[in-house]
Nanobody, 115 residues
């Protein structure tokens, strides 16, 4: 059973930074296509960033240049470094793993960007 547990969310002022973590079970971080999604109130869940098994990364245009996805294979942990945060980054952030035919989700961590 794949388990993903996010942490690191919270309240931050505009322009600030946060680093989200996603602790994964087993070696899923090195063997799955890993992603961060977010869902703002009243909106659909959207893809934020991905990292392939090869290490190749992609970003949504809205976060490009501000967010960085990375992983620590020894710790089986996925990260999302978020800089220059804006109020429209406010959302619940979810870690996701695409492993074979199945997609797994964490429970989410809330990020609120407000002064």
């Amino acid at each position: 059973q794949v388990q993903l547990v996010e942490s690191g969310g919270g309240l931050v002022q505009p322009g600030g930074s946060l680093r989200l973590s996603c602790a994964a079970s087993g070696s899923i971080v090195s063997t799955a296509f890993m992603s961060w999604y977010r869902q703002a109130p009243g909106k659909e869940r959207e893809l934020v960033a991905t990292i392939a098994i090869t290490g190749t990364t992609t970003y949504a245009d809205s976060v490009k240049g501000r967010f960085t996805i990375s992983r620590d294979l020894a710790k089986n942990t996925l990260y999302l470094q978020m800089n220059v945060l804006r109020p429209d980054d406010t959302a619940v952030y979810y870690c996701s793993a695409l492993y074979g035919p199945r997609r797994y989700w964490g429970q989410g961590t809330q990020v609120i960007v407000s002064s």
